[in-house]
């Protein structure tokens, strides 16, 4: 387990901060193949995914079996979904009237999101969403 794994990293004789690193590595995969099957939306599987090593998520994918969904979630995650970006930018918000402020993250965020759940696709459709959101109030 866990800690025969820590004992036999500190017979190396490695920093702390290296064996956390190494035991991270090892574990996460598994780790993320049944985080991505959880995912209930490809907003919350970006979410799950993008914040952790690209390295990863390959070893992941390399482990999920060969026809689970979690090998097609991960598999789009690291093709289609890790390159999704908006059009709009922080300078777009400031002329819909958002001062510079965490605001203007929350509202890219949840712009993003939007994005990748397939409820805005041009760019036009990110700038109302992104002013319904600042008209809410709700990320402010």
Known sequence: ???????????????GRDVEVIVRAATLPASLVSKSTSAESTRELYGLL???PIEAVVLALASAPTDSPA??????????????????????????GLAESPAVGRVL??????????EVTTTEE???AAQR????????
Not at 1 to 15: D, K, V
Not at 109 to 118: S, T
Request: net charge negative; glycine share 10%; aromatic share 4%.
């Open 1 to 15: 387990g866990s800690s025969e794994r820590y004992r036999w990293l500190s017979g190396l004789q490695l920093a």
């Open 109 to 118: 965020d949840a712009v993003l999101g939007l994005k990748l759940d397939g």
């Open 126 to 128: 990110e700038l109302a």
């Open 133 to 140: 959101l600042i008209e809410a109030g709700n990320l402010l």
């Open 71 to 96: 090998r097609e979630r991960l598999r789009r995650y690291l093709v289609e979904l890790r390159h999704v970006r908006l059009a709009i930018t922080g300078d777009d918000l400031a002329v819909l």
């Open 50 to 52: 993008s914040e952790e």
